[in-house]
T-cell receptor, first 111, second 113 residues
Framework: EDQVTQSPEALRLQEGESSSLNCSYTVSGLRGLFWYRQDPGKGPEFLFTLYSAGEEKEKERLKATLTKKESFLHITAPKPEDSATYLCAVRFTGANSKLTFGKGITLSVRP | DGGITQSPKYLFRKEGQNVTLSCEQNLNHDAMYWYRQDPGQGLRLIYYSQIVNDFQKGDIAEGYSVSREKKESFPLTVTSAQKNPTAFYLC????????????FGDGTRLSIL
């Protein structure tokens, strides 16, 4: 069965303390991996799409990378406003346009 | 600005009552989706529609119904058969190319009175 696992469940960082969030997947075939940010009481906000191993995308303090089995969301010198839940979703081969989501990682950045 | 509008933001349901959640998009997207989000769980797909007048069940369709009479609208009805309806409901859409990311509305929180 195709699955998506995110780790850790929660992460607390000091402002400026860089770290990485992990999304691992077991799939028969990957058609795309998506990162979203979700603030409390809001819908997920799209961040990045990655389609093939070795691909990287960058936006401000965030950088997403992809291998054949996992993706990392690297956060460089985070600020308190980066506090949110980060969701990973995967579109598998043969799944039409359906996405399978991980449970999310709750990031807290202390000033 | 283009986007997805969900209403109401908060909704309360009485026992035995059906309630309908609204989702409207002005992005001219072909495909629309309904998800349910519970604490500590990933988003789970309820129903999706890739074209007007057609829709498919997702992973947890029991107790829910949808319609897609217009391209821009995809309402979700939570029926009395759904025994645990308390959750955060999210609507999403994508353009015709299915490798594009899904874009989400800001959700409706449904609670039981």
């Amino acid at each position: 069965e195709d699955q998506v696992t995110q780790s850790p469940e929660a992460l607390r960082l000091q402002e400026g303390e860089s770290s990485s969030l992990n999304c691992s997947y077991t799939v028969s075939g990957l058609r795309g991996l998506f990162w979203y940010r979700q603030d409390p009481g809001k819908g997920p906000e799209f961040l990045f799409t990655l389609y093939s191993a070795g691909e990287e995308k960058e936006k401000e303090r965030l950088k997403a990378t992809l291998t054949k089995k996992e993706s990392f969301l690297h956060i460089t010198a985070p600020k308190p406003e980066d506090s949110a839940t980060y969701l990973c979703a995967v579109r598998f081969t043969g799944a039409n346009s359906k996405l399978t989501f991980g449970k999310g990682i709750t990031l807290s950045v202390r000033p | 600005d283009g986007g997805i509008t969900q209403s109401p933001k908060y909704l309360f349901r009485k026992e035995g009552q059906n309630v309908t959640l609204s989702c409207e998009q002005n992005l001219n997207h072909d495909a629309m989706y309904w998800y349910r989000q519970d604490p500590g769980q990933g988003l789970r797909l309820i129903y999706y529609s890739q074209i007007v007048n057609d829709f498919q069940k997702g992973d947890i369709a029991e107790g829910y119904s949808v319609s897609r009479e217009k391209k821009e609208s995809f309402p979700l009805t939570v029926t009395s058969a759904q025994k645990n309806p308390t959750a955060f409901y999210l609507c999403a859409s994508t353009p015709g190319q299915t490798d594009q990311p899904q874009h989400f509305g800001d959700g409706t929180r449904l609670s039981i009175l």
